[in-house]
Every structure is written in C-alpha cells, then in structure tokens.
C-alpha cells in the first residue's frame, strides 16, 4: 500500500511524497508539527501540512539562505536567526569563523526539541558555544531588544499562520533599527515561479527600508514550484559580492563562489513580475 503526504498550500496543485514511516507528530502551542520518513526526500518535517525542511534538499535552502549575506558581510561577529526552528541555517551559520555570537529567536520550542530529537543532520549548530537559542517571538525580540546585529537571516514559514508577520513592514523597519552600521538582512521570499505576487510584495517591502535590496533564487525541489528566492536588504556593502570563500573542509554541497555569482542572474519575466528594472 503507498500511504502519501500531500501538501496543498496553493490552489490547484498538490506536492505528493510517499510516506515510509511517521516518526513524530505533535500539535505545539503554535501548529501541527509532524516528522516522517519518506521514500523520496528521507526525513522531512512539515508544519500545519507545510513541508519546512527535507533531507534530501534541504542543504540547497540552508546554503542559499546563510553564506550568500554571510560571505558578502565585511565581518559577521554577531549573528540572528529569526525561525530557523530545525537548526539548518544556525548549522550553515556556525561554519563561519567570523562569527563571535549567534543568537536563534523561533516562537515554537516544541520545534526546536522535536528537531534535535529527530533530525540530528540538522543539529551540530545547537551546541556551539558561539550559539544562543531563544523561545520567543521574532516579531516582538526584534521591537524590544537593546541588541545590535551585523546580519539577521529570517528562516521563516510561509506568510500564513504564525508566520506571517514575519513578512510585514513593521518586521522589516525594527530589523533595520538593530542593524549595526553595514548590516544586512537575509530572508527566504517564497516561489518565483509558483508565487510571483508573493516575491513582488515582500521584496518591494525589503527595498523599501534598505538602499540596496537585492533579489536571487535557488532551486528547492522539495517546495512548490521546485524555486525558491531570498532576498537581502543591506545597509553596507553590495551582497552580490562575496569578500570570503568556504573552506574545502565544509564539504558544502550547493554554495561555492561561481554559485554566488550565478544565483543573482534573474530571468526577464521573474524581473518583471517583481518590478526590477535595469
Ligand atoms: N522555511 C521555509 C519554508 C517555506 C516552504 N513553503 C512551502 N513548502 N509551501 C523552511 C525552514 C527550513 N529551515
């Protein structure tokens, strides 16, 4: 018998993945979290029926969302995560020896526990020392913290539910009040393919509050449309130029310089429906 997993997010298609096992489920105080092994992806953890994370794709999401800001910071001593509640990002994050303090905010622990529990590839970011895990809510950490940081990279679920402040121009102006001097702001911005209107909407508010806002994509084909974009805001430099590269040792699979300097290439239409013009 094939037992499947749909995700119907959007109107007029579903994501199917075959279920092997159900590893975990729990409803939080927040959403219906649920981890299973799949045929296809390995494990993955969904979200109020979201899928958030597989272990097939999920470096290519993690990778994209972290070294892109992180490379092209002059010098990221003091690091937020804003969700990022299975770990990926604070784990791409902690390869980066510049970085003196990372602090995590996500406003579901229950997230936090079932993936330390569950998705050890997800983990090693949790016990470096240089990291601090906040149970809080993001929108109300970056209102009321005395903080300052040099990037923030927003991990968050799709704008819907719990999430969805998370892309409101409120959120993004206090990101701006505790940047220090050059810092820059990293977030994921949804489909280029499956919601332009989406990507439009968070990206013209990003540009809004940051001189340079700049737009680029990645593959993740476990997310609707199988094409993902980030967005970084920045008061400093220009975040299509990196001034590091990784170590060989970091063994990343998707980022690499010639990487970096592709995923800011932008097709004609994705310019248009976002409203970039050059
Ligand atoms: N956060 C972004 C997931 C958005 C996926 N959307 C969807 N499947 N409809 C992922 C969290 C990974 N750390």
């Not at 999430?163 to 940047?179: D, Q, T, V, W």
Request: charged share 25%; aromatic share 12%; net charge negative.
């Amino acid at each position: 018998m094939k037992v499947w997993f749909t995700e119907e997010w959007l109107d007029g298609f579903v994501i199917a993945v075959q279920i092997k096992s159900v590893v975990y489920t729990q409803r939080t105080k927040y959403q219906e979290l649920a981890i299973f092994d799949t045929v296809e992806f390995g494990r993955m953890l969904t979200l109020d029926n979201v899928i958030q994370t597989t272990e097939k794709y999920e470096y290519l999401y993690h990778e994209s969302l972290a070294h892109v800001p992180l490379f092209s910071h002059e010098n990221p001593e003091h690091v937020l995560i804003i969700g990022g509640g299975d770990g990926g990002t604070l784990r791409e994050a902690m390869r980066h020896p510049e970085i003196k303090q990372a602090t995590m905010v996500d406003i579901d622990g229950e997230v936090i526990e079932a993936s330390k529990k569950y998705l050890p590839l997800w983990n090693t970011g949790f016990s470096d020392p240089r990291a601090t895990v906040l149970i809080e809510d993001g929108l109300k950490f970056v209102a009321t913290t005395d903080e300052k940081f040099d990037v923030v990279l927003v991990d968050s679920t799709d704008p819907e539910g719990p999430g969805e402040a998370l892309f409101m121009p409120e959120f993004y102006a206090s990101i701006a009040k505790i940047l220090k001097p050059g810092g820059m702001l990293c977030a994921q911005t949804e489909s280029p393919i499956s919601t332009p209107g989406m990507v439009r909407d968070i990206y013209q508010r990003i540009a809004k509050v940051f001189p340079v806002a700049k737009l680029y994509t990645a593959p993740v084909p476990s997310y609707p449309g199988g094409w993902w974009s980030f967005t970084c805001g920045s008061f400093g430099r220009d975040p299509e130029k990196p001034l590091r590269k990784p170590a060989d040792s970091w063994n990343l699979k998707f980022y690499s310089p010639e990487i970096h300097d592709r995923v800011f290439v932008l097709n004609p239409k994705l310019k248009r429906d976002v409203g970039i013009m050059d």
